[in-house]
T-cell receptor
Framework: GAGVSQTPSNKVTEKGKYVELRCDPI?????LYWYRQSLGQGPEFLIY????????DSGLPNDRFFAVRPEGSVSTLKIQRTERGDSAVYLC????????????FGQGTRLTVV | AQSVSQHNHHVILSEAASLELGCNYS??????LFWYVQYPGQHLQLLLK??????LVKGIKGFEAEFIKSKFSFNLRKPSVQWSDTAEYFC???????????FGTGTKLQVIP
């Protein structure tokens, strides 16, 4: 597609449930990033993929969060046992290479845990 | 770890007023600097970027930013704002390679017609 696509655009879930958020990057982009944006804050880095492997997952807040990119394209962010504090907009970005280029962001998935 | 500070959380201007949004970062090495804009209901979009070369960078829609290394600053400017510039603006920095972007907390700009 023309841009980074994220689905769903909105997700409401109950506390304790499992959720999956999907990111479809721009075709050909090898680098993929997940960020989380809480209300009144700038986006915070979660994890970075180069190809299929997670090159840096230092931003994942705890072991309830996990992300995969099995074929080097689509990525899924998985959150287990959701908590109300997980409510945020989850942003995905991709870039054609890792240096000297900007990342292109999707519109995000707004997750609300009730 | 690097950090980015944006001094103004909410700015209100009348149309045709000049704009300057402050951004300071903390990192002593080589940096790549960005300003992103998020219009209401839309995704983050790149406004301008600095990688190297001329420290005065021109972006889209008449925006520019100046990288002043000695001040660790990358302030955003526009000589005359329009109502359509109403948005949230984020300063961001990359250090040391790949796109682990550190964002500031953002500045909400409201332009009154």
């Amino acid at each position: 597609g023309a841009g980074v696509s994220q689905t769903p655009s909105n997700k409401v879930t109950e506390k304790g449930k499992y959720v999956e958020l999907r990111c479809d990057p721009i075709s050909g982009h090898t680098a993929l990033y997940w960020y989380r944006q809480s209300l009144g804050q700038g986006p915070e880095f979660l994890i970075y993929f180069q190809g299929t492997g997670a090159a840096d997952d230092s931003g994942l807040p705890n072991d309830r969060f996990f992300a995969v990119r099995p074929e080097g394209s689509v990525s899924t962010l998985k959150i287990q046992r959701t908590e109300r504090g997980d409510s945020a907009v989850y942003l995905c970005a991709s870039s054609p290479q890792t240096v000297n280029t900007e990342a292109f962001f999707g519109q995000g998935t707004r997750l609300t845990v009730v | 770890a690097q950090s980015v500070s944006q001094h103004n959380h909410h700015v209100i201007l009348s149309e045709a007023a000049s704009l300057e949004l402050g951004c300071n970062y903390s990192y002593g090495g080589t940096v790549n600097l960005f300003w992103y804009v998020q219009y209401p209901g839309q995704h983050l979009q790149l406004l301008l970027k600095y990688f190297s070369g001329d420290p005065l960078v021109k972006g889209i829609k008449g925006f520019e930013a100046e990288f002043i290394k000695s001040k660790f600053s990358f302030n955003l400017r526009k000589p005359s704002v329009q109502w359509s510039d109403t948005a949230e603006y984020f300063c961001a920095v990359i250090t040391g390679g790949y796109q682990k972007v550190t964002f500031g907390t953002g500045t909400k700009l409201q332009v009154i017609p």
